[in-house]
């Protein structure tokens, strides 16, 4: 079994962006990769509920290092309960890092239902005939009959929020920015606190170097989704961009804070390095300044 980002992110009910980032710094797949297989189907569903259980990301990151991924089935053999990641050994609970035996802790046992397409089933009956021929679609992988669903969706709901994302999507993998935007613009319309579209256009507005509302833009989407690692790192990028150096050292610090040992991880710490290292230097020149 193999899927598309968004075949996972839609038959999964988890944010593609999310995906996206846990593609890109290694968590899930190889980051040259297109696909998913079941593995990482796998790995994706246990990210999202450590992820819903306030586990960090470093934390997730070394138990997937430490399991044995290759099997199917090495999530069984882990515990998941809000704060705290444990292994299971025969009757007992350990804790990974110290080996300590966990006593106390509650577990409801639901593992949550995957959710129909986008979050929801549609009263409408043709929308919903609709999003069924989507998702086949996307199994073909046929980009202009997947065009073509998604504005025949649009056409009966125009404020269904899921094809105007993935709408959107496509126009971005195709350099269609400014399609791009429209759609993610009506999105954000119709669903003011939609962060995978604010998000997405912040990285557009990166692109196009229109500084001012990207940063608005990936501010807004840390107010709403303070735990997306890639949104503090972006906004780093930016201010760095624009030579706001204090600013960049905040975001790229607080970026850190949350994914420490990413693949990013290290590209942060040169760039906080260097800036740290010019502040220095100015300091020293500005002792010497009569």
Known sequence: MVMKITEASIKLSIPRYYIDYWKKVGLISKPESRLLDFSDLIKIKFIDRCKKNRISLQKIRTILRNSVVESNSWHENLFITPGLLLIKAQSLLLEPTSKQIHFEFNFSGNEGNVLSLWGSRD???????????????????????????????????????????????????????????????????????????????????????????????????????????????????????????????????????????????????????????????????ELFNF
């Not at 998604?150 to 959107?168: C, R, T, Y």
């Not at 610090?253 to 010019?278: C, H, N, P, V």
Request: aromatic residues 14%; charged residues 25%.
């Open 123 to 285: 009263d409408n009956p043709e929308v919903s005939e609709y999003e069924e021929l989507y998702l086949a679609s996307l199994e073909t992988g046929d980009i202009q009959s997947i065009k073509n669903i998604l504005k025949k969706i649009l056409k009966v709901k125009g404020d269904h929020i899921g094809a105007l994302i993935e709408s959107g999507n496509i126009a971005f993998e195709e350099n269609d920015f400014d399609l791009a935007l429209k759609y993610y613009s009506l999105a954000e319309e119709y669903d003011n606190g939609c962060v995978e579209a604010i998000y997405n256009m912040a990285n557009i507005f990166f692109r196009q170097k229109k500084y001012a509302v990207a940063i608005r833009n990936f501010q807004r989407c840390i107010e709403l989704d303070p735990d997306f690692p890639e949104s503090y790192y972006n906004l780093g990028l930016v201010y760095y961009s624009l030579k706001y150096f204090d600013k960049a050292l905040v975001f790229l610090k607080m970026y850190l804070e949350i994914d420490s040992d990413s693949t990013w991880a290290e590209q942060a710490r040169i760039f906080i390095s260097g800036i740290l290292e010019q502040s220095a230097s100015v300091s020293e020149s």
